[in-house]
């Protein structure tokens, strides 16, 4: 039982070295090209028009852009050089039928909505209210329609979703559950998950969302899955942060 421990404490450091590695050699090669954040300002502004805030202001909206990116990039590092030594195959059933998998997204769509609200709701009762990220916060208290949220809807709803997965389910969360176990898989990939985003008063409820997005994949065998699910959560919480409060600028 000792040795399984250690074997299991083994895997799970080896395996979150790697995929921290990954992460920090992609945030230095994203961050290494100097054109790129000009290159995406230039083309928000071909794509969504000019910005309502400041230029300096508008360089920190896209800068939303750059995580997302790097996470991505570190999700195709992280896969070719797994696949050079040592990739092994995820511990689940057979993927399951088309029917079955859309079922199972949409209720754990609603896992992941209503239980990070009644977890909101606990922590505020607790004193520890949740929050959103300030940046995303201001962009949605300004113009719904303008460039600066569609630079948060383009992070939110298309480069997170597919990036984290990749990197969260697709990498970290089966070599886990492989070499670990599922319950080690869980668990590491949740706190990580929730670590990463930088946001304190948000953490449970991040962890409960990595918990809902790896439970999806788990079951269905299908990566796309946790994205689809990933998406729905995502562009649920954006719509009530741009509708649900009231009124705002047109």
Known sequence: MAAD?????AAIGSELTFVLLAFVVAGLLVGSIPPLRTGLDWLVRRAFGEPTVSPAQFKVVVAILITPLATLLAAVLHRRISRLWDDPPAPFAAPA?????????????????????????AMHLLGFPVAEQPLVVEISAGPRFGPEVAVLAVSALLLAPLGEELLFRGQLFRR????????????????????IHLNAH???VYAWLALVFGRVYAVTGRL???????F???AITLAALLFAEGPMSP
């Open 97 to 121: 039928p088309p029917l079955a998998t859309i079922g199972q997204v949409v209720l754990h769509l609603l896992l992941a909505v209503l239980g990070s609200y009644a977890l909101a709701i």
């Open 202 to 204: 948000g953490f449970i």
């Open 224 to 230: 796309g899955a946790a994205v689809a699910v990933h």
């Open 5 to 9: 421990g250690r074997t299991r404490a």
């Open 232 to 234: 729905g959560n995502n």
């Open 176 to 195: 886990l559950a492989a070499r670990a176990g599922l319950p080690a898989a869980y668990a590491t990939t949740a706190l990580l998950f929730a670590a």
